[in-house]
T-cell receptor, first 112, second 112 residues
Framework: DQQVKQNSPSLSVQEGRISILNCDYT??????FLWYKKYPAEGPTFLIS?????DKNEDGRFTVFLNKSAKHLSLHIVPSQPGDSAVYFCAVAGGGADGLTFGKGTHLIIQP | DTGVSQDPRHKITKRGQNVTFRCDPISEHNRLYWYRQTLGQGPEFLTY????????KSRLLSDRFSAERPKGSFSTLEIQRTEQGDSAMYLC??????????FGQGTRLTVV
């Protein structure tokens, strides 16, 4: 049973517009949430994180929102750029687990 | 500091052979993690070390898998008697405590 779900396998967005990637989780004990970006044949690269005591965290063009009551996490990228085209993974920590639990990823394609 | 380093980047082996992968973490990080990633999936947690102590190994996929971290520096992941189902990307990550984990570029294993 998947504890972290990214329901959109792919997302296509026009350059300059906002990209919104979504993630749902099942365990309310998760307390730390992260987004990673991955290019083919490379390891995941850390983007941004948020702890459960916050509901928003910003870093440049990237903003992560956390809705604990809905067990929902989202990543906003504004404005989207061609270099943002990659697979984005949502990951969670806590809930008694020692490592990160990842979703299956969303392939973001930025169109010119 | 050049980040997390993994060696080799690619490994092709015959079924039944043993393989060993190496990971050099970021020097000031005390935690080291191993993950496995298969096509279309997010990374799957296998095991982790805090300094030289292996604190979680129940998630290793079978008793053919073992990991070591002598002296709390680099780590090795060994797979004995490889099977075709072991073909995957093996990722190493490091962190300082529960902060965000930084990943290496991975070792792509192909068992033929």
């Amino acid at each position: 049973d998947q504890q972290v779900k990214q329901n959109s396998p792919s997302l296509s967005v026009q350059e300059g517009r906002i990209s919104i990637l979504n993630c749902d989780y099942t365990n309310s004990m998760f307390d730390y949430f992260l987004w990673y970006k991955k290019y083919p044949a490379e390891g995941p690269t850390f983007l941004i994180s948020i702890s459960s005591i916050k509901d928003k965290n910003e870093d440049g063009r990237f903003t992560v929102f956390l809705n604990k009551s809905a067990k929902h996490l989202s990543l906003h990228i504004v404005p989207s750029q061609p270099g943002d085209s990659a697979v984005y993974f949502c990951a969670v920590a806590g809930g008694g687990a020692d490592g990160l639990t990842f979703g299956k990823g969303t392939h973001l394609i930025i169109q010119p | 500091d050049t980040g997390v380093s993994q060696d080799p980047r690619h490994k092709i082996t015959k079924r039944g052979q043993n393989v060993t992968f190496r990971c050099d973490p970021i020097s000031e990080h005390n935690r080291l993690y191993w993950y496995r990633q298969t096509l279309g999936q997010g990374p799957e947690f296998l095991t982790y070390f805090q300094n030289e102590a292996q604190l979680e190994k129940s998630r290793l996929l079978s008793d053919r898998f073992s990991a070591e971290r002598p002296k709390g520096s680099f780590s090795t992941l060994e797979i004995q008697r490889t099977e075709q189902g072991d073909s995957a990307m093996y990722l190493c990550a490091s962190s300082f405590g529960r902060s965000e984990a930084f990943f290496g570029q991975g070792t792509r294993l192909t068992v033929v």
